[in-house]
């Protein structure tokens, strides 16, 4: 067990609508990060957050967004759903703002029919 | 701009050791990790060695660093059925802290 909690498991939602993922992350952590896995793509960095404030952008489609809380723990809001934002995303979390490993959580399986 | 390399897929007979390898663009890396993701599950963090290391032993894994190559292997000895799984090599870089990550490696075992 890495510590890092995410839910929703599994959603199961249609395209154009909204949802959201969330994360908490370990004890002690500050560092929040989201990816996306999908088969073709492999593991896409989408974004960063480190005690509340963004801090590093990947991937990520104008129609997603996310947030970090003062209580740290994280949500990912995916808007304008289509077929091709069906995967697997993952969060994780490390200690510092960069460069220590990152423990993830068991994902969210979002598909979109 | 950064990248990290691994071969997709890896067959290895159970009992036999697996080496699984990883190439780095970065020479400025300063961590590189290796994961591991069973089916249905998160990546789980195995091992991870300093870019100022050449070799670090944990039990039945070994991770070999050749800085000067740029390349970074992992080897599990006495593969077992339950080590049937998608390896991650990763890098952290020493630019930005960015990490990135390969694509995977599927390792499947023969009986």
């Known amino acids: 067990d890495s510590g890092v909690t995410q839910t929703p498991k599994h959603l199961i939602t249609a395209t154009g609508q909204r949802v959201t993922l969330r994360c908490s992350p370990r004890?002690?952590?500050?560092?929040v990060y989201w990816y996306q896995q999908s088969l073709d793509q492999g593991l896409q960095f989408l974004i960063q957050y480190y005690n509340g404030e963004e801090r590093a952008k990947g991937n990520i489609l104008e129609r997603f967004s996310a947030q970090q809380f003062p209580d740290l723990h994280s949500e990912l809001n995916l808007s304008s759903l289509e077929l091709g934002d069906s995967a697997l995303y993952f969060c994780?979390?490390?200690?510092?703002?960069?460069?220590?490993?990152?423990?993830f959580g068991n994902g969210t399986r979002l598909t979109v029919t | 701009g950064e990248d990290v390399e691994q071969s997709l897929f890896l067959s290895v007979r159970e009992g036999d050791s697996s080496v699984i390898n990883c190439t780095y663009t970065?020479?400025?890396?300063?961590?590189l990790y290796w994961y591991k993701q069973e089916p249905g599950a998160g990546l789980q963090l195995l091992t991870y060695i300093f870019s100022n290391m050449d070799m670090k032993q944990d039990q039945r894994l070994t991770v070999l660093l050749n800085k000067k190559d740029k390349h970074l292997s992992l080897r599990i000895a006495d593969t077992q059925t339950g080590d049937s799984a998608i390896y991650f090599c990763?890098?952290?870089?020493?630019?930005?802290?960015?990490?990135?990550f390969g694509k995977g490696t599927r390792l499947h075992i023969l009986p």
């Open positions: 004890s002690g952590d500050l560092s």
């Open positions: 994780a979390s490390s200690v510092a703002e960069g460069g220590s490993p990152l423990h």
């Open positions: 990763a890098e952290t870089s020493g630019r930005d802290d960015k990490i990135i």
């Open positions: 970065d020479s400025s890396s300063t961590y």
